[in-house]
Structures are given as structure tokens and as C-alpha cells.
């Protein structure tokens, strides 16, 4: 059974940074996407960026420019660099393993 444990979130000033890491467990972490999703209070849960295990990436367009994908497959590890930050990026972050792995989410919270 896969798990995905996330870790990095926090309180952050507007235009701050920060990374998050999803760690995955089990087996075959190379050869399936991986994703992140937010949710914000009241609202649905939107793709924030998907990474294929070709390294192929989709990003959201409200985060094009300002948060960075990565993937360690030697660690298992996936990694999202969110520089910039906005109000508006608060949410609940979940990391995700395709199809239908989901870690238990760490908050973001940007704000003065």
C-alpha cells in the first residue's frame, strides 16, 4: 500500500517562499505521475502542477512562473518550490501519487 507523507508547509509573508516535500512509499514511485493539488477553505480542490515520470510538467496558470516542480526517484521524493508567494496561494496542499494516492495534506498560509 502506497503512503505519501507531506512535510514544509507553514505561515509566510507575501512574497515569501517555501517547499514542500511529499515522500512516497512502496514500490514503482519512478514510472507514475505525481501531482499537487490545493484546497482552499470553501472551495474545490484545483491541480496546482502534475509531473510525469518523464519529467513532462503541467502547471496551473496562476502558478506559472512562481512555483517549481521537482522529483527524486532515488528518494521517492516529489518537491514543490513556491517562490513568490500570494495571499490567494493559502490552502490545504495535497501531494499525489497517479492514480489515486493522496497524501494527508499540509497548510499554507501566506499573510501579514
Known amino acids: 500500500q502506497v503512503r505519501l507523507v507531506e512535510s514544509g508547509g507553514g505561515l509566510v509573508q507575501p512574497g515569501g517562499s517555501l517547499r514542500l516535500s511529499c515522500a512516497a512509499s512502496?514500490?514503482?514511485?519512478?514510472?507514475?505521475?505525481m501531482g499537487w493539488y490545493r484546497q482552499a477553505s470553501g472551495k474545490e480542490r484545483e491541480l496546482v502542477v502534475r509531473?510525469?515520470?518523464?519529467?513532462?510538467?503541467n502547471y496551473a496558470d496562476s502558478v506559472k512562473g512562481r512555483f517549481t516542480i521537482s522529483r527524486a526517484n532515488a528518494k521517492n521524493t516529489v518537491y514543490l518550490q513556491m517562490n513568490s508567494l500570494k495571499p490567494e496561494d493559502t490552502a490545504v496542499y495535497y501531494c499525489?501519487?497517479?492514480?489515486?494516492?493522496w497524501g494527508q495534506g499540509t497548510q499554507v498560509t501566506v499573510s501579514s
Open positions: 499525489n501519487l497517479a492514480p489515486s494516492s
Open positions: 512502496g514500490s514503482m514511485f519512478s514510472i507514475r505521475a
Open positions: 509531473i510525469t515520470s518523464a519529467g513532462n510538467t
